[in-house]
């Protein structure tokens, strides 16, 4: 589903306008990307967590050079389900 396609659904389950439903995802998309940008994590009852993970530094391999290089570790955003999301899904 597209964010068009979103927008779309939401305005036929409520009957608000379409500009004020994508005025309103949006601005939900930009909350939760500003928090998680601050190193804050989001949790929505029912439905999952955003949470901001750290990844450990690791070690890899460049083949073409036969060089190993040390890549830093870093903070990734990542979702976690609710376990009524997740049974819903598993249906």
Do not use: C
């Amino acid at each position: 589903m597209t964010k068009a396609e979103l927008v779309n659904e939401i305005y036929k389950r409520t009957g608000i306008e379409k500009t004020l439903v994508l005025q309103t995802v949006e601005s939900f998309m930009d909350v939760i990307k500003d928090t998680m940008a601050s190193h804050e994590n989001v949790y929505l009852r029912g439905f999952g967590s955003f949470v901001v993970k750290q990844r450990a530094p690791k070690t890899a391999r460049n083949i073409t050079e036969n060089v190993t290089i040390q890549i830093p570790a870093r903070k990734v955003p990542t979702f976690k389900p609710s376990k009524v999301f997740a049974e819903a899904v598993d249906k």
